[in-house]
């Protein structure tokens, strides 16, 4: 070993879904959105003038904070953005999780928290969901460094019921309670709210997911305005100039088209209703999806086998090869004519 190398930090990092390239191929393997944004964003996008990128962005990210404050009725003091929420949950990891007590996460969840957790240096302990793919609150009720779970849970689509979250949280005053609502808008009630009642509850979302923006990543975060000063310390410490011209103005845009993101959500959760009642029929099994994906599994058929005959047909859905989900398939909810051939090769390939 060179001497160098001693020092070298050493890390597994996070493996995201493949981006494929390719003109016929069916994308239902990262959770993206299949519809545009909104058609705002587009016009915004035309009025940009190339001679804005001279300047630095705004490090306060001024624009989207005020857009978010409106839309959110939310103080904008309780709010941070971010790049994508993989930054604003990172920033809060750093910012929040620096107990010698373990944090604590679901074991099948968003495989990104273990790798902050080893790069960061912070203990976690996992505790198991429940046969039936649960988060059981009660394992949370103990000495912990912090939480955070994503709800719906992600890969698996299930909601927690608000209350069930809040018992969560009003266990746990004496520690910094993450909720990750990438997935809220497909079905849930956010926990937004509740941060007015817990000082110590930290609400993340992203634009990647519901409002069709993955590209420009736009994350963001809702919590008492002590922990947005905490986690703006933290990220000024680090990057000031974290989010971009475009992100700041399109994402501002994409806020104000309120109609166009309420018909998008209600096209995709109308699909995945649909999609849930042919994959039953074909022999799949999977917990009630409130996201836009559904985690499924066949009853006779190998999981891995039918990722590799999907991806021949240039059909990418996801698969975890991971201890007790590694005979699911977590397949994103595309256009209704995406499903159907999805619904028709799996049909006569089963
Ligand atoms: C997609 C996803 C994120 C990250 O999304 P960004 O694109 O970084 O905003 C975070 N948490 C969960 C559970 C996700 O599925």
């Known amino acids: 070993m060179r001497p160098w ?99 604590l996460f679901p074991d099948v969840s968003y495989s990104f928290y273990k790798v902050w957790a080893d790069l960061f240096k912070i203990p976690y302990e996992t505790p198991a969901l429940d046969m039936e793919f649960r988060i059981k ?34 266990h746990n005053q004496e520690s910094v309670v993450i909720v990750d609502e990438a997935y809220i808008d497909f079905g849930g009630e956010s926990a937004i709210r509740l941060t007015e009642k817990y000082e110590n509850l930290l609400v993340v979302q992203t634009f990647s997911k519901s409002r069709s923006m993955a590209g420009m990543r736009i994350g963001c975060a809702f919590g008492h305005p002590e922990l947005i000063r905490r986690l703006n ?37 109308c699909t995945r209703e649909t999609a849930k009642g042919w994959l039953k029929e074909l022999g799949f099994t999977f917990p009630d999806s409130m996201a836009n994906f559904i985690f499924a599994s066949h009853r006779e058929r190998r999981a891995e086998e039918i990722y590799m005959a999907l991806r021949e047909q240039n059909i990418f859905v996801r698969y975890f090869k991971q201890p007790r989900i590694d005979n699911y398939l977590r397949i994103t909810i595309g256009t209704d004519e995406e499903m ?3 619904y028709r090769f799996l049909k006569e390939y089963l």
């Open 137 to 170: 609150k009660e394992d949370y009720y103990r000495e912990n460094g912090g939480i955070i779970f994503p709800n719906p849970n992600a890969p698996t689509g299930l909601l927690m019921p608000l209350s069930e979250a809040e018992d969560i949280i009003a």
């Open 5 to 103: 190398e001693a020092n070298i930090r050493r890390v597994a990092p996070y493996v995201p879904g493949e981006q494929p390239k390719g003109e016929k191929l069916i994308k239902l393997n990262t959770n993206e959105n299949p519809y545009p944004p909104a058609p705002g964003v587009r016009e915004a996008m035309e009025r940009m003038d190339c001679d804005w990128f001279r300047k630095y962005p705004d490090p306060a990210a001024t624009v989207l904070i005020k857009a978010l404050s409106k839309a959110y009725e939310a103080d904008e003091e309780r709010i941070f953005v971010g790049v994508g929420s993989d930054d604003v949950i990172a920033v809060a990891f750093m910012t929040f999780f620096n107990s010698h007590k373990p944090i």
């Open 233 to 269: 310390d933290v990220k000024y410490s680090y990057n000031s100039y974290t989010m971009n011209i475009p992100s700041l103005v399109l994402g501002a845009k994409a806020l104000e088209d309120e109609r166009y993101f309420m018909d998008t959500l209600k096209k995709i959760r």
């Open 340 to 342: 159907e051939k999805l």
